[in-house]
């Protein structure tokens, strides 16, 4: 096999090597700034400031949260027939790419519209100010977001939602909560997907519960399945409550 002629990284044999610094500086090291302190510093403020927008428009924004395929899309779905005539409600579907989650909403009559990361791994404050107004929440009691499939980068950054809900679903395991603490820190709602599969996994329903309680002790689990409806009743109680407390005892006409 042959060798490239390059340095190899750890050669203790080189001698260090230094560069001027624009102003004539000796530079033997580079000076490390740290970007994502700053980062999310700034994304923190718009996010607070869009909360207070929210406020004043009446708007409750809720940030759905998950790894791929764990059925956020279905478990929108499964609020349609519950919420028509009761709640004023639209989606935005965000997406590295494709429009299929957007359109699969409209075909069932769920106003949403589609938003495309270029390449980002989740949505920070802004990009979600984007999507709110595009979607046009002036007379919405009800914005969800679905975020970026990603049980990583989502968690650490504010979207400015009022509140944070995430689904883990039965074949993605139940040691999620070990190896992706942030998102089950940063979410108040669980939905534990997919049960109507338990037979068929090895997943310890219980011992996930105590996982995520050590980890969020005010965490708000409920195991539903979004294909028999099972659990989706409290999971509809949860957001209405957390709607008519934020839009300031239904003054927008969310009904029980």
């Known amino acids: 096999m042959k060798q490239s002629a390059g340095i190899v990284v750890g050669d203790k044999s080189k001698k260090t090597k230094w560069c001027p610094t624009p102003g004539g ?5 580079a000076k490390v700034i740290e970007l994502k302190e700053t980062i999310l510093e700034d994304n923190n403020a718009d996010a607070q ?19 791929p395929g764990s059925g956020k899309t279905s478990t929108l779905l499964a609020l349609k027939p519950h919420f028509e005539g009761k709640i004023k409600w639209g989606v935005m579907e965000a997406d590295i790419d494709s429009d299929v989650d957007a359109n699969t909403l409209i075909e069932a009559g769920v ?15 802004d990009m979600t100010r984007q999507g709110l107004l595009e979607l046009d929440t002036s007379d919405v009691d009800l914005a969800i977001l679905e975020n970026v499939g990603n049980l990583v980068c989502p968690a650490e950054f504010d979207t400015g939602a009022v509140k944070n809900a995430m689904i883990l679903s039965v074949p993605e395991g139940d040691d999620k909560p070990l190896k992706y603490p942030l998102m089950f820190q940063v979410c108040q709602c669980l939905l534990i997907n997919k049960i109507d599969v338990l037979p068929y996994f090895d997943f ?3 011992e996930c519960k105590k996982r995520v309680l050590k980890l969020n002790p005010d965490m708000k689990i409920i195991p539903i399945s979004a294909r028999t409806g099972e659990g989706m009743d409290e999971w509809i109680d949860w957001l209405k409550e957390e709607t008519s ?6 003054e927008k006409g969310v009904k029980e």
Request: proline share 2%.
């Open 25 to 29: 500086e000796r530079m033997e090291k």
């Open 49 to 67: 400031a869009l909360r207070q927008e929210l406020k004043a428009q009446k708007t409750c924004l809720m940030n759905l949260m998950s790894s």
């Open 111 to 125: 106003p949403s519209i589609q938003l495309h990361t270029g390449g980002m791994c989740h949505l920070d404050a």
């Open 204 to 206: 310890d329903l219980e």
């Open 245 to 250: 407390s934020w839009n300031e005892s239904n």
